[in-house]
């Protein structure tokens, strides 16, 4: 089993609709969950890092996390066709300072 | 500009070559890290220094050789070069141990012919 899955995609929505990306993670004790968004050629960039259950909001972004699912989620809401891009989630697993472990991102694409 | 910056953006070399990437980080983050990504663009963590001092290494191959001379630079020198090399390598900085993620520099494409 990997350590944290996600789908590839692509996801593709309409322009204005909202993008939902998810994330499964092995480890149960893991501490922190992230989301970066990395466009082709370039490097990740970080949207958002969350530690508690329940949602966190940066602007159009909403995080939410449920530990007993093992289940992360970043909710992109009013998506822009610059919103396209591969989003990757990453997890400080239990013990693993200094260790982010990453997702193979989900592909996103989002249409005029 | 605050940042972490690597260098060479670009490397084309042959087999058994060595070469080597610089990183340096103006962050004063206390931890600096090399990940690799390949072609099907996963990200994986090759190593993991706090402070200069050693962290992770993830049973990478011992041609790969990281040198972190203070908490600003970590360098990757990379021996006898072969073609599975070939990759994307990014430095990265982090405070606090991780727990609010990683920043990462702009890569270094390299393609070992």
């Known amino acids: 089993q990997k350590e944290v899955e996600q789908n590839s995609g692509p996801l593709s929505v309409p322009e204005g609709a909202i993008a939902s990306l998810n994330c499964t993670y092995s480890d149960r004790g893991s501490q922190s969950f992230f989301w970066y968004r990395q466009y082709s050629g370039k490097s990740p960039e970080l949207i958002m890092f969350i530690y508690s259950n329940g949602d966190k909001e940066d602007g159009r972004f909403t995080a939410q996390l449920n530990k007993a699912s093992q289940y992360v989620s970043l909710l992109i809401r009013d998506s822009q066709p610059s919103d396209s891009a591969t989003y990757l989630c990453a997890v400080l697993p239990s013990g693993g300072y200094n260790k982010l472990i990453f997702g193979a991102g989900t592909r996103l694409a989002v249409h005029p | 500009d605050t940042a972490v910056s690597q260098t060479p953006k670009y490397l084309v070399t042959q087999m058994g070559n060595d070469k080597s990437i610089k990183c340096e980080q103006n962050l004063g983050h206390d931890t600096m890290y090399w990940y690799k990504q390949d072609s099907k663009k996963f990200l994986k963590i090759m190593f993991s220094y706090n402070n200069k001092e050693l962290i992770i290494n993830e049973t990478v191959p011992n041609r790969f050789s990281p040198k972190s001379p203070d908490k600003a630079h970590l360098n990757l020198h990379i021996n006898s070069l072969e073609l599975g090399d070939s990759a994307v390598y990014f430095c990265?900085?982090?405070?606090?141990?991780?727990?609010?993620?990683?920043?990462f520099g702009q890569g270094t494409r390299l393609t070992v012919v």
């Open positions: 990265a900085s982090s405070s606090m141990q991780g727990l609010q993620g990683a920043f």
